[in-house]
């Protein structure tokens, strides 16, 4: 079963601290995003990576930054989090090299920052 | 530029009703592709369907069918005979055909539409 895993389902952070959120796909995709999810705003792009080292900015890259060591592996980070970062984090992977293909999600990660 | 919307925020039924979720898609694109998520409360969006423009074909999978219309540029969704467990937000989306390896493409999703379905 294809499998796209998030660390942490719940997070409480206070603002100011450095906050990682890791994603781990075990399908061999190339492709990995990371998503925020917002009432009344659907689905936004923060970042994605098409390769190992490789990351481009999504709609609303603006406090986050990314790293993708390996292939399975695509951490967002919030170098210095605030309030207006509490969201539903969502992580997906998809193969290919291009927007068009499935998508496979994580079941989020929910972050309060205080 | 591209734009996906869902006008229903909301919508509640009773089981066993029909019930249309709507999509309405704004793209310059001749190449683009439609896509159907439903996220059920334990947070994790689920594919249901592709299209690519060029099929307008309707697709019917069990008690789900989608009907693509590029004349209104609109890409419905129903869900016939309704159950509990359809309850969920449903997310329309849209990309483009370009294959990256640049800041190029993107996959927009509408606002989401959520789906209640009470027994």
């Known amino acids: 079963d294809v499998k796209v895993t998030q660390s942490s389902r719940y997070l409480v952070k206070r603002t100011g601290e450095k906050v990682f959120l890791e994603c781990v796909q075990d399908m061999d995709h190339e492709n990995m995003f990371w998503y925020r999810q917002d009432p009344g705003l659907g689905l936004r792009l923060i970042y994605f990576?098409?390769?190992?080292?490789?990351?481009e900015k999504g709609d609303i890259p603006e406090g986050y930054s990314v790293s993708r060591e390996k292939k399975e592996r695509f951490s967002l980070i919030l170098e210095s989090a605030s309030t207006n970062q509490t969201s539903m984090y969502l992580c997906a992977s998809s193969s290919g090299g291009s927007f068009y293909n499935e998508q496979f999600f994580g079941p989020g990660t929910r972050l309060t920052v205080l | 530029a591209q734009k996906v919307t869902q006008a229903q925020t909301e919508i509640s039924v009773v089981e066993k009703e029909d019930v249309t979720l709507d999509c309405v898609y704004e793209t310059r694109d001749t190449t683009y592709y439609l896509f159907w998520y439903k996220q059920p409360p334990s947070g994790e969006l689920v594919f249901l369907i592709r299209?690519?423009?060029?099929?307008?074909q309707n697709e019917i999978s069990g008690r789900y069918s989608w009907n693509f219309q590029k004349s209104t540029s609109s890409f419905n969704f129903t869900i016939t005979a309704s159950q509990v467990v359809d309850s969920a937000v449903y997310f329309c989306?849209?990309?483009?055909?370009?294959?990256?390896?640049?800041?190029?493409?993107?996959?927009?999703f509408g606002k989401g539409t959520k789906l209640s379905v009470k027994p």
């Open positions: 299209r690519n423009s060029f099929d307008e």
């Open positions: 990576s098409y390769d190992v080292k490789m990351k």
């Open positions: 989306a849209l990309s483009d055909d370009i294959v990256y390896g640049g800041s190029q493409g993107n996959l927009i």
